[in-house]
């Protein structure tokens, strides 16, 4: 990185940081600092709501995972649409007219305060690991790219969130997300079209896409049912829908984005904002994946885009085995340009000897993969999360590259902002303050959130201080809210619509319904997604269950 990259990094970061602190100052009761004032438009709304969910894993894995296997991930958010229309006529009404901070408060009116507790402890529980890894997402890669300090990174990744958060609580959150969106936006723009620039002359946007096609990169739609398959037609509409419905119906760091409305209709208009955007977004940011891999059809690669493992096995005695593999790799990189530049009109007449040749590719990979387990079985293998920041710091111009890594590092701090935000009045709302005996002023209650806080964000830099890399960190995020969503949406869906259920059946219907699933995710019986909806069927059909058996005891007696 250069001076002015530096430049660009620190004075956004800074001016997102310094003016969240600024423009929130002064918050001394409960309904500013919990429920920021209640005065947010609905594009605020929409801003932090897509902030929060587009953490710092969206821009480095997503562009990854479409290198490697194409656009079939964006059928994931198929269910957003659908949530969200649902959300915005059934919970936020709810939610709105109780007035409530989070939206536990209202399981206690509707059950009681056992299951109340134990709903807003699996949130915590979710949600402070995703804390974690939304924070180390960012920092290991970094870490391992620019040879930065992981701990260190973490740590300051941690701290500058903690800073505007503590200092200005949901509002302050709220504010910075759109400076943060705004540059987020900007920077994966602006890097996408300068992927375009750096094709070669014949190749425009129309031949880019049908070089992703013949490489199968830009199959979108499977209808198929094949439970193997992550990412189908039907996971998304099905378990996806589950998984929304759950993450922007009963999960704090959403709903606390929308509960800051100054009305039902500033709340709802947001939630279908997002809703209409969020997929686009996804599919550009996929896109984005695909013309990287069109860029690099014309430049060669290195054999694993993690400096971490390469650095491994060239330290190893299989370095020079290793070499000559690369060597390998870049002699099929060169044929397939060679090809690709002199049949760019006539593309399908290759299309067979560009499919040999990217099967070759492939086997040279997977061989490379093998050769860095031998020297270090410690290190990832999995590079799809190092792709995209590899192009960054490799091919865009000064400047542009510390905006980027501050797309990156904004995104970063703006979910992990919303985390503890929600966290920390979780905490305060459900636990802290249900279960005083003697009644506080808001200034106490404040200030214990502000504590709590700082404590989530200490909890939120161990856990990505001892995290490890997944297969790919966006597919580890939704899986840990995978095990846990589902079930907390079929107590929700209890409350709102099956009224002959009381608190003792949902409560132990709850936890017979956690270790099930915690179960099934462990011996891999069905993929992740689909475990939103299992919870959810789960807990409402052992709930009824045991509530019948209870009411049949009693008429007996």
Same mark, same amino acid.
């Given at each position: ?5 530096? /430049? ?8 997102? +940081? ?31 709501? =897509? ?15 479409? #290198? ?9 958010? /198929? ?8 959300? !915005? ?65 973490? /740590? ?27 540059? %987020? #936006?900007?920077? =994966?723009? %602006? ?37 193997? &398959? ?52 996804? /599919? ?62 006539? @593309? ?46 490799? &091919? ?10 501050? +797309?990156? @590092?904004?995104?970063? =701090? ?50 990505? !201080? ?20 589902? &079930? ?28 099930? +699933?915690?179960? +099934? ?14 919870? !959810? %069927?789960?807990? =409402? @059909? ?12 009693? @008429?007996?007696?």
């Amino acid at each position: 990185m250069q001076l002015l990259d530096w /430049f660009v990094l620190l004075i956004t970061l800074l001016a997102i +940081v310094l003016y969240g602190v600024w423009k929130t100052k002064g918050s001394t009761n409960v309904e500013d600092y919990i429920g920021g004032g209640r005065k947010s438009n609905w594009w605020t709304i929409g801003l932090s709501v =897509m902030a929060t969910q587009a953490s710092a894993i969206t821009f480095l894995s997503t562009p990854g995972q479409a #290198f490697h296997s194409g656009m079939g991930f964006v059928q994931f958010y /198929f269910g957003i649409p659908i949530a969200m229309i649902v959300v !915005c006529m059934v919970f936020i009404p709810i939610y709105l007219k109780l007035k409530v901070y989070t939206v536990y408060e209202f399981l206690e009116s509707r059950f009681d305060l056992k299951t109340r507790t134990l709903t807003a402890i699996l949130f915590l529980v979710q949600r402070g690991l995703a804390a974690g890894i939304t924070i180390f997402a960012p920092a290991i890669i970094l870490s391992a790219v620019l040879g930065w300090n992981l701990t260190l990174l973490n /740590f300051i990744i941690g701290v500058l969130v903690i800073i505007y958060t503590v200092s200005g609580g949901t509002e302050a959150v709220s504010v910075t997300q759109k400076q943060q969106m705004g540059i %987020i #936006f900007l920077g =994966m723009f %602006i890097a996408f079209f300068l992927i375009l620039q750096y094709l070669p002359e014949d190749v425009g946007f129309v031949k880019a896409l049908s070089i992703a096609g013949i490489s199968e990169r830009m199959k979108i739609l499977d209808f198929s049912f094949d439970l193997s &398959n992550r990412y189908t037609v039907w996971t998304g509409l099905i378990g996806g829908t589950f998984l929304m419905l759950s993450y922007f119906g009963t999960d704090q760091s959403q709903a606390q984005r929308y509960l800051s409305g100054k009305s039902v209709r500033e709340s709802q208009l947001g939630l279908l904002f997002n809703g209409i955007v969020k997929v686009p977004m996804q /599919f550009f940011i996929l896109l984005t994946g695909i013309m990287v891999f069109v860029f690099y059809q014309f430049h060669n690669t290195p054999l694993n885009f993690n400096p971490a493992a390469e650095k491994a096995v060239l330290a190893s005695p299989l370095s020079q085995s290793y070499l000559e593999l690369q060597e390998n790799l870049h002699t099929v990189q060169n044929q397939k340009e060679a090809l690709l530049l002199s049949n760019v009109n006539s @593309l399908n007449t290759v299309s067979a000897e560009l499919k040999e040749l990217e099967t070759s590719e492939k086997d040279i990979r997977e061989q490379g993969k093998a050769y860095i387990k031998q020297a270090d079985n410690q290190v990832e293998t999995n590079d799809k999360d190092y792709v995209f920041i590899h192009f960054i710091l490799h &091919n865009l111009p000064v400047g542009l590259v510390g905006l980027l890594l501050a +797309v990156i @590092l904004s995104a970063a =701090m703006s979910s992990t902002a919303s985390e503890l935000n929600a966290l920390a009045a979780t905490t305060t709302i459900d636990l802290y303050q249900r279960n005083q005996i003697e009644a506080k002023d808001d200034t106490h209650y404040v200030k214990m959130t502000k504590w709590f806080t700082v404590g989530w964000g200490g909890i939120a830099i161990l856990v990505a !201080c001892f995290a490890n890399l997944f297969d790919n960190l966006i597919q580890l995020v939704n899986i840990i809210g995978s095990i846990f969503y589902g &079930n907390i949406l079929g107590i929700f869906l209890l409350a709102f619509f099956i009224t002959f259920v009381k608190s003792n059946a949902v409560f132990w219907g709850a936890i017979i319904t956690q270790m099930i +699933v915690l179960v +099934v995710w462990w011996l891999d019986w069905l993929p992740f997604l689909w475990l939103n909806a299992l919870g !959810c %069927i789960l807990v =409402m @059909l052992i709930s009824m269950s045991i509530q019948t058996m209870a009411r049949s005891k009693t @008429l007996k007696n």
